[in-house]
């Protein structure tokens, strides 16, 4: 992996995670019936900011949960062992309930559509709208982001890595990589 160049710094992501929080609380007028869900790995933490930051615009802070999709890829008829499933954790019922799934790169869509079959096994949301912290284009299914942090054109040769604290122990940041 070679790194072309950095596109989002820590403060960077953090005005996007704040507009990101901001336009979901105008949109759903409010944080009721919210849940905030990250796609495991990286959406989990990024959920959980943007909850945070609900919670300082709104004075409540909205349920963050994760969801796992490892069962649900539709690529496991390909790979030459069958991977092992973190669990997902929601601690709140989710239907009837607004769903907003975070991740932190949407590139074919196939990642999100195995994220809502996650949820819909859980139960039946009122909605589902996605946020993402890097849209790089290239999508393989209709699907698209309700909350972009970054639109970020690339080629199929180039990749988006975000490093996050949280997870990878060093300061956020949002590369572009060759591979």
Do not use: C, W
Not at 36 to 45: A, D, E, K
Not at 99 to 125: E, H, K, S
Not at 150 to 156: G, H, I, L
Request: glycine content about 8%.
């Amino acid at each position: 992996m070679q790194v072309k160049r950095q596109i989002m710094d820590a403060e960077a992501i953090r005005r996007a995670l704040m507009r990101i929080a901001h336009e979901i609380v105008e949109r759903n007028k409010g944080t009721d019936g919210l849940v905030l869900v990250g796609i495991r790995t990286r959406g989990g933490p990024l959920a959980a900011r943007i909850a945070r930051n609900i919670g300082v615009i709104e004075g409540v802070e909205p349920p963050v949960g994760f969801v796992d999709i490892t069962q649900y890829r539709d690529d496991l008829s390909r790979l030459p062992h069958r991977p092992q499933s973190a669990d997902t954790k929601i601690n709140v019922p989710i239907t009837d309930s607004k769903v907003v799934l975070v991740d932190d790169v949407l590139y074919t869509g196939r990642t999100i559509r195995a994220a809502m079959d996650a949820l819909i096994d859980l139960g039946r949301p009122q909605l589902i709208q996605l946020a993402v912290l890097v849209d790089r284009g290239h999508r393989e299914l209709p699907i698209r982001a309700d909350y972009v942090g970054k639109n970020v054109p690339t080629s199929r040769a180039e990749s988006i890595s975000v490093m996050l604290r949280e997870v990878d122990g060093e300061s956020d940041k949002v590369l572009i990589t060759e591979t």
